[in-house]
């Protein structure tokens, strides 16, 4: 049974402890800067808080660490966590800006593949079985991928001067899966911004309706479209276009009833609205995949690198939309662009 | 070119003539019981006007009669334009009851063919290829066939009374595509009735919601739901499910349009509540059909015996509704029930 | 927390006693007749395993008696435990005849509300929220309620005898939808049999695929289609019909991914054929509903008498076949109808 | 009774002249550089045959000219017809390049509202459906606009170079219909273009798959995709999402039917891939369109501005693939690229 130290007690950190229990795995610690969350958080999981980060790590229980905190954390919590001889699973993203993820990644150097990069939506039944039926060549070769990934309503105001803004925020999600999908990297990014949910969004600096359109070098073309809102819930749809066919990963719904009325006629039951009705079952398998990865002894399906290469994406899609024009992409992420 | 006489000048009189033209046939000639009615039709689609049955049959550029009067004057019809040696069509039902219908079918002898009945759902597209999916094999066996039927609104009051019931008046369309599905005559019919629409239609003797079972021979089961009143509109769906797989014929909508809102998650657009939006392909079709047998000289898809069938299968499911028990059907429909 | 005796220890005591830890509760002991299996699935669930029904029940730990034996004995287990004191859920049936099913809520008298009866698809996401909205008024008045309900495959030949038929093993269930749906209890029932899947099962004295309508008091109709095999999966539909509009409950997918080739044009992701996987999650709502209910003293959901009711239908059902007639239905169950 | 001489006796042409007479319009003449086409187009449909277009355009009962010839005649038989005094419907685009275009409005002057320009997919029921449910308001504020156009099958190789290219072949469509849906001139164009499809197609100079990103003044945006190949049949969708909702136009199909087998699990019938089967009633309509607003003298709803705008970012789209970069655009028209 993998032990687990849980780094963080907030909401998501609440999801993962709940999860570590059913996939068969012990929630040994937990550590948080704010003492009595941990104590919460850890009390109601059969699980000790630690006074410290190093208390945490040094627990001889521990064969794995869960890093839940806040995005500045991540890189320095990675590497403790590596350098005291850990498995890692670390929230996205990997870290706040391009410098941090670059500096993570040199410093983890061959056991960046030890870090378990918690890209969620890889592990959504719908968007993997559209991966596997494009791996299985079920549309021949992919062409066009249009990725749409729309919140139901934007994050509280306060929070985003500290996000990081949209593209490192929230299409982060959007660029690992295109990465994941296209089985090739960008060679271009281009972005188009607006805001238009919100004024003051904008008048924070921000964005809140996002396009952003890629290429590989291949040629294969891959669109993303965000918006901070969509008031008929989550809208996380993915379609693949190939030489022989497509495939869609269309918007679960709650159930499969479907309703007539004199001004209805088939409606399809509601699509949700709360993440984790959304995607309860895909942090479930991920933390599932971890733990039998950590067991085995096998290296992260999605790691440091897929961290790393998603924060690159993210600070490009900025940069284009600074600039007004496409910006090249390079293989080793090593690039500055004016602010 | 086919010239054709038509019987009649009210609604659905209207709806064959504009179709008659459309599939390269002729109208030449109306007639209609309301002379002032014939007129008005034949001068809208370039026809003359009859004074009589027998002008209208003996018009020298007659090739085929369609028949569109009241059901009680089907027979007589009938059989006058078939000894003029005119193919015709005829508006279902055959024959406002059993008895004339039979009277009709043994008049006609070896003709029987020569009398294309006007089903017009056997030429609906969706029932067509379901048909046509069925006959191919693509299910295996035929084992259980379920017809939804209903309508958007019950007739007017006035109507019920001379309609001859909701076995004859309306399920009539249903044993039809019973029994053409099913490629097997039923040997057993069980009825249910309420009135649960409108108490008036009670009132006057009849039912508005009906639920008919039927057996044949091999053990194919088929069930005929009815309803006077859908209030979204013609709900007139067909499953035929079998030993390989089941095919279903749905309720096609005005556009491919989905709409997305609080309220309403990927919504289809509306369905048919006007005959003609509903059936306009089915009677074209229909029509085509007829005037290239014609052209032909082949006998008719759809014919006497089949209007006699269906006829004998709705006075059984009354016969059945009456006595409260299931009723032995037999091929030569020469049976009387207890009124 | 509940503490659970559980009876039997086959397949579905091992899903039940999965879902007791998952909803909270405690699995104390288990008894079966084999007794290595009893241990088995005891210490792979933390709980002892009782050599003896009386042991089981005197463990002073358990508050509750889950039953999960084999039918022929859920009658003797029922009123052992609720003389014991303890609260019973037990598995479809309530009992394996009429006769049986009528003694036990004779004896239980004003207890029948302490045996909460395991018809789970009452806990299906997907029905509950049909029943709910047809509950809520959304479709007006409930006129026609279809029933549609296919398994995969058939079960073993050998199960077959032992199985008590069609009506009494399969259809069982969709007798307690039927009844919880339309809120009222049928007056008459009427049974069409074929032996179409496996003509093996007719040489055994039993049908494949049957179709049953009811009728109630205020003449709301209702049918149940039944087939003992459906190539593409569990076909498990309901649809409600009514003065005011239409509510499906369709059959749930895989995912929601849909798939376009050359041959293939949207086509959805595949239906469940593992009875866990199409309804799991009503199995674990199911013992959710009975722990808080066992907890909050509060009269089961679905007790004894709904069990008794079921058993009665699928008993007039039989009949009705037999006889070649619909049956009058009476409020007590108390008839008899010649073999 | 709106007389007509059609220009040009090809496919399309003669698909036109269908139109006419199922509209109540009198095809009067027809004229064709081969003058065998005309004859034989005109006799199918009861017409003469011109022997110039001045005699077409002299023909006392005509009124409106309809013009179906190739792309490089249209801005001179455009501007002969409007100097005979008649009212004009030309076939996309309005020229086969920007500055014949630009050449062809400014000679029109005021008279660019009598020349209908024929963009045949705005009369498509289910585009024409999502465009009045956006303009009534629907989804609230129209924020990004995703239009998806693939093509069965490339043409044919030796049409390539005659075609314009992608941008001013197949993507003018969907220019339009951006224009037409945004309500709003876009003021920024990206391009983004791939040979996928076939090498050939590369090797003439052209592409294949195309993805187009635009931006509104008010920040509004949209993306086109293009495919010269889609192995299911013409993929032409449309997808507004705004502040109160979504509105998609999805593929049509060619009829209800749903199946279901061991590998097929309610897959809907096939999408169109003949573009009369697609595209017929949108010809219809348009045609329909056509003739009322003659009879009634009305400007055009769709016409020379609305030809010149889409030729317009045909050729910007071309000019950003060229250079790498986005266009800003004007509204003039007025500008030119480097090569």
Same mark, same amino acid.
């Given at each position: +049974?993998?032990?687990?130290?849980?780094?963080?007690?907030?909401?998501?950190?609440?999801?993962?402890?709940?999860?570590?229990?059913?996939?068969?795995?012990?929630?040994?610690?937990?550590?948080?800067?704010?003492?009595?969350?941990?104590?919460? @958080?850890?009390?109601?999981?059969?699980?000790?808080?630690?006074?410290?980060?190093?208390?945490?790590?040094?627990?001889?229980?521990?064969?794995?660490?869960?890093?839940?905190?806040?995005?500045?954390?991540?890189?320095?919590?990675?590497?403790?966590?590596?350098?005291?001889?850990?498995?890692? +699973?670390?929230?996205?993203?990997?870290?706040?800006?391009?410098?941090?993820? @670059?500096?993570?990644?040199?410093? *983890?150097?061959?056991?960046?593949?030890?870090?378990?990069?918690?890209?969620?939506?890889?592990?959504?039944?719908?968007?993997?079985? *559209?991966?596997?039926?494009?791996?299985?060549?079920?549309?021949?070769? @992919?062409?066009?991928? &249009?990725?749409?990934?729309?919140?139901?309503?934007?994050?509280?105001?306060?929070?985003?001067?500290?996000?990081?803004?949209?593209?490192?925020?929230?299409?982060?999600?959007?660029?690992?899966?295109?990465?994941?999908?296209?089985?090739?990297?960008?060679?271009?990014?281009?972005?188009?911004?607006?805001? *238009?949910?919100?004024?003051?969004?904008?008048?924070?600096?921000? !964005?809140?309706?996002?396009?952003?359109?890629?290429?590989?070098?291949?040629?294969?073309?891959?669109?993303?479209?965000?918006?901070?809102?969509?008031?008929?819930?989550?809208?996380?749809?993915?379609?693949?276009?190939?030489?022989?066919?497509?495939? !869609?990963?269309?918007?679960?719904?709650?159930?499969?009833?479907?309703?007539?009325?004199?001004?209805?006629?088939?409606?399809?039951?509601?699509?949700?609205?709360?993440?984790?009705?959304?995607?309860?079952?895909?942090?479930? &398998?991920?933390?599932? &995949?971890?733990?039998?990865?950590?067991?085995?002894?096998?290296?992260?399906?999605?790691?440091?690198?897929?961290?790393?290469?998603?924060?690159? @994406?993210?600070?490009?899609?900025?940069?284009?939309?600074?600039?007004?024009?496409?910006?090249?992409?390079?293989?080793?992420?090593?690039?500055?662009?004016?602010?």
């Amino acid at each position: +049974m993998v032990g687990i130290a849980l780094m963080g007690a907030g909401r998501i950190a609440r999801v993962h402890a709940k999860a570590i229990g059913a996939a068969g795995g012990k929630l040994v610690t937990v550590y948080d800067v704010v003492e009595s969350a941990a104590q919460s @958080l850890a009390s109601d999981n059969g699980a000790s808080a630690a006074r410290s980060v190093e208390e945490a790590l040094q627990h001889p229980e521990v064969d794995a660490v869960l890093i839940a905190t806040s995005s500045d954390t991540h890189v320095d919590l990675i590497l403790r966590a590596i350098q005291a001889g850990k498995a890692v +699973m670390c929230e996205k993203p990997l870290a706040p800006n391009l410098s941090d993820a @670059l500096r993570c990644t040199n410093s *983890l150097g061959a056991q960046t593949s030890n870090v378990f990069l918690g890209f969620n939506r890889r592990f959504d039944s719908g968007h993997a079985a *559209l991966k596997k039926a494009i791996d299985a060549g079920e549309i021949g070769n @992919l062409e066009q991928l &249009t990725i749409t990934s729309r919140d139901p309503a934007p994050p509280p105001l306060d929070y985003i001067p500290k996000s990081g803004g949209l593209f490192r925020d929230m299409m982060i999600h959007d660029f690992d899966m295109a990465r994941w999908i296209l089985g090739e990297e960008p060679v271009s990014i281009h972005s188009r911004g607006s805001c *238009l949910v919100d004024p003051q969004i904008g008048k924070l600096g921000d !964005i809140d309706t996002a396009c952003v359109t890629m290429v590989t070098e291949s040629g294969k073309q891959a669109v993303i479209l965000n918006s901070r809102r969509a008031v008929y819930g989550y809208d996380q749809r993915i379609e693949g276009f190939g030489s022989a066919g497509m495939v !869609i990963s269309e918007n679960p719904r709650a159930t499969s009833v479907e309703r007539y009325s004199s001004t209805s006629f088939g409606a399809p039951d509601r699509i949700f609205t709360f993440f984790m009705d959304r995607y309860g079952d895909s942090y479930r &398998t991920e933390i599932e &995949t971890f733990l039998s990865g950590v067991a085995a002894g096998t290296p992260a399906p999605v790691d440091a690198i897929d961290g790393l290469k998603a924060v690159y @994406l993210a600070e490009a899609a900025g940069a284009s939309l600074r600039l007004g024009k496409p910006i090249e992409l390079k293989g080793n992420c090593e690039v500055t662009w004016p602010e």
